[in-house]
């Protein structure tokens, strides 16, 4: 190498390294404010005993930790522990419907009625695209009387998808089917019953081939049946004012959430399968242009920014950007996960209560809303 090749290779790499620092500065302080954040969040009245956020950009995973995920035992949440999921299950549901629509074994146009003769007759003309953006007006069963007594009589006995169902199967639609948004949790019961007729596959089969085996979800799992999360986990609990926080990881059985939300996973995991979901990894351009057809409607509970409601998905419009997911709500934990539109870059948040609500939701969200502008660099 000549000295001048040689001189312009050492300026350009000054040059670089000159360029990176205030890049590198600017992440660090991103990052520290969502640290702060999360301990904020920690040591609010009624706040969570933990929380923690994961930013994948780069190609690297940077986790933000406060608390404990265990009140008995020191050490705040890690990546690679397990989590009940709650609805973001909705995401997988969708990813699974979608693929089916790709591969032509399914339409967004089709309907209960076609798919499913042997549900109610009110239910026949919803399609598969207004259940998976909820303007479906089918009555979310957990504000139904059979939900709140299986809950209250026996919380950690099994129920089936058909029980679900059918605790809403004498209602009415709330509104005409199309004509308005309204977040129902019956509407991913029903796809993820028609994925199973029109496949002949169980629904547990159908997330392992078509979600967690391609994405290489190594500890994202579907067991309705065992109460008990694997090790180690996140616990989950409640919490009140002047009230001891109480573990109610395996309280409520995760059956009576089915396709809604009773998948198991961990913030590394989750992240993982949020950039696979933007990144095309289930299904093609042509099914998520229709996935992106965006209707007003928040998710349950709202994420940050300005939400959203698309095909299994929401658009989260924040001051630093927009970002693509899904949040989540079960007892003991309140999920959030997001990416960008090609799924290079992604976000979650967990905390070990259910979404709080008021001045505590408002917080969160201004965490959440911090982590999109640390993950994007603004």
Known sequence: MSRSSRLAQLTCTALAAVLLVPV?????????QVRRGLARLVAAPEGPPGAIATLYRDGRLTTLRAGRADIERRGAPTATQHMRIASIAKAFNGAVA???VQAGTLSLD?????????LPAAWAAVTIRQMLNHTSGIPDYTTSDGFAKAATDDPRGFVTPAQIVGWVSKDPLVFASGSRYAYSN???????LIAEAVTSKPYPTLLKEIVFGPANLTRTSFPTRQLRLPSPFIHGYVVGRHIDPVDVTSYISPSGA?????IISTPRDLSAFIRADLGLKFFGAAEQQEQMKFVRGSSSPPGPGTNAAGLALFRYTTRCGV???HTGSFPGYAQWTAATADGSRSVTTTLNIPPPKGKLLRQLRAVQADAV????GR
């Open 98 to 100: 979608l693929h089916l």
């Open 323 to 325: 970002v693509y997911g």
């Open 258 to 262: 089915w396709a809604s939300g009773a």
């Open 24 to 32: 590198a500065a600017q992440a660090a302080t991103s990052d520290a």
């Open 110 to 118: 089709d309907t209960i009625g076609r798919l499913l003769p042997r």
């Open 373 to 376: 502008c640390a993950l994007l």
């Open 186 to 192: 019956t509407d991913n019961i029903i796809v993820g």
